[in-house]
């Protein structure tokens, strides 16, 4: 059975005032019948961390170089997030395909330095509006599960999150279809490419818009096994309804 997970995306939000959320997050879940993830800004990482402590909340970086230390101005590698007390690390997230030109490749390059480092890779696929409006959908998202997954991965140390590009932070959600569709669909490349075990084991995200009206619904979708979840997990109250539907899913 694979175990739920309701994982928090900050982005470039928080100061140290904002770890009062963790404190508010664990009050309101002190034993969640699902898992917990906060990642919030590096500069927050190591008091998250501390934050963190003996409550069951984890928390993972959003981003990390594929190579171990070096010559890298402003990059931060697996190892230095598993030294604050990360667990996990966001990979292939559309705003750093975009924003930094990442391509499938360096998905998977960095996924590799992070699972050897012992961090659980959270792979980011998607598409955008262009290419869902020509019914490329399960190409490009077999395209990107081809390119940035390694072959090394576990069902512990692998999650996929499939966030349409066109749904992040806009208020747009795909049809209950549209998510099942391309969520079975992901399950399916996972079997085929690692087997039954491996393939079956691997947590499926659902992530763009996610707030506590829509999660039920969202959370009833075959293979939808939790949400990467943006702005609605600033707020401890508006996180915690979305843990809540996932609880109960």
Same mark, same amino acid.
């Given at each position: 059975?694979?175990?739920?997970?309701?994982?928090?995306?900050?982005?470039?939000?928080?100061?140290?005032?904002?770890?009062?959320?963790?404190?508010? &997050? *664990?009050?309101? %879940?002190?034993?969640?019948?699902?898992?917990?993830?906060?990642?919030?800004?590096?500069?927050?990482? $190591? !008091?998250?961390?501390?934050?963190?402590?003996?409550?069951?909340?984890?928390?993972?970086?959003?981003?990390?170089?594929?190579?171990?230390?070096?010559? %890298?101005?402003?990059?931060?590698?697996?190892?230095?997030?598993?030294?604050?007390?990360?667990?996990?690390?966001?990979?292939?997230?559309?705003?750093?395909?975009?924003? $930094?030109?990442?391509?499938?490749?360096?998905?998977?390059?960095?996924? !590799?330095?992070?699972?050897?480092?012992? &961090?659980?890779?959270?792979?980011? &696929?998607?598409?955008?509006?262009?290419?869902?409006?020509?019914?490329?959908?399960?190409?490009?998202?077999?395209?990107?599960?081809?390119?940035?997954?390694?072959?090394?991965?576990?069902?512990?140390?692998?999650?996929?999150?499939?966030?349409?590009?066109? *749904?992040?932070?806009?208020?747009?959600?795909?049809?209950?279809?549209?998510?099942?569709?391309? $969520?079975?669909?992901?399950?399916?490349?996972?079997?085929?490419?690692?087997?039954?075990?491996?393939?079956?084991?691997?947590?499926? &995200?659902?992530?763009?818009?996610?707030?506590?009206?829509? *999660?039920?619904?969202?959370?009833?979708?075959?293979?939808?096994?939790?949400?990467?979840?943006?702005?609605?997990?600033?707020?401890?109250?508006?996180?915690?309804?979305?843990?809540?539907?996932?609880?109960?899913?």
């Amino acid at each position: 059975m694979r175990r739920k997970l309701a994982a928090g995306n900050w982005k470039m939000n928080g100061i140290g005032a904002d770890l009062a959320e963790f404190e508010a &997050l *664990a009050r309101a %879940h002190p034993r969640p019948d699902c898992e917990i993830l906060i990642c919030p800004p590096a500069s927050l990482l $190591h !008091r998250a961390a501390e934050a963190a402590s003996d409550t069951p909340i984890a928390v993972g970086g959003q981003d990390c170089h594929s190579e171990a230390k070096g010559a %890298h101005t402003g990059d931060i590698s697996a190892a230095m997030l598993r030294d604050a007390g990360a667990s996990h690390v966001i990979l292939g997230h559309s705003e750093r395909r975009a924003d $930094h030109d990442e391509r499938s490749e360096d998905v998977r390059a960095k996924a !590799r330095a992070a699972i050897s480092e012992g &961090l659980t890779a959270i792979i980011c &696929l998607g598409e955008s509006l262009a290419e869902r409006e020509a019914a490329n959908t399960l190409d490009i998202i077999a395209g990107q599960m081809s390119s940035s997954i390694p072959d090394m991965v576990t069902g512990e140390n692998l999650v996929i999150a499939y966030e349409p590009v066109w *749904a992040i932070g806009t208020g747009k959600v795909p049809t209950l279809e549209q998510i099942g569709e391309v $969520h079975d669909s992901i399950r399916a490349m996972l079997e085929a490419r690692f087997g039954q075990d491996i393939g079956g084991a691997v947590r499926l &995200l659902y992530g763009g818009s996610v707030k506590p009206s829509n *999660a039920d619904e969202i959370f009833a979708v075959s293979n939808v096994d939790g949400a990467l979840v943006g702005g609605a997990s600033l707020k401890a109250a508006d996180f915690s309804g979305i843990i809540c539907a996932l609880e109960n899913s």
